[in-house]
């Protein structure tokens, strides 16, 4: 299993900010991604950010709002952009388990629970 | 209609009785089904999966899916307080795909 580390565990931010979340997992790892978890919805990919790559962003979610970093094989970023209420959310980033694994086998991190007021 | 539908509950029961928490979903294709749980305020975590139909069973949890039905079943028996958490469905219909979740449904024991 992985071990992933979030900061900043919560946060309140003002409209129009921008909030930088820091992913750090305990091994290296191809495949990280990114989602948000809104209350009595399922778990949203957000995008995929593999390492030296542009992240793959899911329809709906644009690079200009949601920018990824992944500079190596155990860290991420993902910053929310120009933020509104409606990004109030928690967000989680995620690995499969092992560089051979299949993605049946994703780790959480702790998530992030961003309010935006 | 959703691809994965789970009612969100909550769900409330005593300690010692039998849980049954349970997706529906509608792509054929899925193959792998998998359960996790997610305590308040921390991330889900890998419960158990399975590949296609068929039961699986680990300690106090059984894992059942039913691809002609399209219907995935998880039971916990002899529940405790400590399961008290949000269960989640989801499934992918291979390796390296994207996970299709549930919503999620929120169970209590009680004491």
């Known amino acids: 299993s992985a071990v992933i580390s979030q900061k900043p565990s919560r946060d309140i931010c003002q409209r129009g900010t921008s909030l930088t979340i820091q992913c750090q997992v305990d091994?290296?790892?191809?495949?990280m991604f990114w989602y948000r978890q809104q209350p009595g919805q399922s778990l949203t990919l957000i995008a995929t950010?593999?390492?030296?790559?542009?992240?793959?962003?899911e329809s709906g979610f644009v690079i200009d709002k949601f920018p990824i970093s992944r500079p190596n094989l155990t860290f991420s970023t993902l910053t929310v952009s120009n933020m509104s209420p409606e990004d109030s959310s928690i967000y989680l980033c995620?690995?499969?388990?092992?560089?051979?694994?299949?993605?049946?086998?994703?780790?959480f991190g702790p998530g992030t629970r961003l309010t935006v007021t | 209609q959703k691809e994965v539908e789970q009612d969100p509950g909550p769900l409330s029961v005593p300690e010692g009785a039998i849980v049954s928490l349970n997706c529906t979903y509608s792509?054929?294709?899925?193959?792998?089904f998998m359960w996790y749980r997610q305590y308040s305020r921390k991330g889900p975590e890998l419960l158990m999966y399975?590949?296609?139909?068929g039961n699986k069973e680990d300690g106090r949890f059984t894992a059942q899916v039913d691809k002609s039905s399209k219907y995935i079943s998880l039971f916990i028996r002899d529940s405790q307080p400590s399961d008290s958490a949000t269960y989640l469905c989801?499934?992918?219909?291979?390796?390296?795909?994207?996970?299709?979740f549930g919503t999620g449904t929120k169970l209590q024991v009680i004491p």
């Open positions: 091994s290296q790892v191809t495949m």
């Open positions: 950010a593999n390492q030296g790559s542009e992240a793959t962003y």
């Open positions: 989801a499934m992918i219909p291979g390796g390296y795909q994207k996970v299709t």
């Open positions: 792509n054929s294709a899925f193959q792998y």
């Open positions: 995620s690995v499969v388990g092992g560089q051979g694994a299949y993605s049946y086998e994703q780790y």
């Open positions: 399975t590949y296609s139909s």
